[in-house]
Nanobody, 117 residues
Framework: QVQLVESGGGLVQAGGSLRLSCSTS????????MNWYRQAPGKQREFVAS???????SHTDSVKGRFAISRDNANGTVYLQMNSLKPEDTAVYYC???????????WGQGTQVTVSS
């Protein structure tokens, strides 16, 4: 059973920062592209950011310049540094691992981020 364990969510005022973490086994981590998604109340889950095994990153337009995804291969952990947070960033944030080459997908349990105005 593959587990992704997330942490770092919480309540923050607009303009503040949080850093989310997601850890899994190194055997899975080293062959996986890692992604962050989020789901706000009443909305569909949406892509936030991704990072390949080689370190290439992608961020959705609404978070570019504010959020940064990174990975620590030695510790099997992916991070999402979130700066200049806005109330519209409020959501449950989910970590996702997609393995190569067989594209198995695993999800974390989600961590709540709430940004107050």
């Amino acid at each position: 059973q593959v587990q992704l364990v997330e942490s770092g969510g919480g309540l923050v005022q607009a303009g503040g920062s949080l850093r989310l973490s997601c850890s899994t086994s190194r055997s899975i981590f080293r062959i996986s592209a890692m992604n962050w998604y989020r789901q706000a109340p009443g909305k569909q889950r949406e892509f936030v950011a991704s990072i390949t095994t080689g370190g290439s990153t992608s961020h959705t337009d609404s978070v570019k310049g504010r959020f940064a995804i990174s990975r620590d291969n030695a510790n099997g952990t992916v991070y999402l540094q979130m700066n200049s947070l806005k109330p519209e960033d409020t959501a449950v944030y989910y970590c996702n691992a997609v393995t190569a080459p067989n594209y198995r997908s695993f999800w974390g349990q989600g961590t709540q981020v709430t940004v107050s105005s």
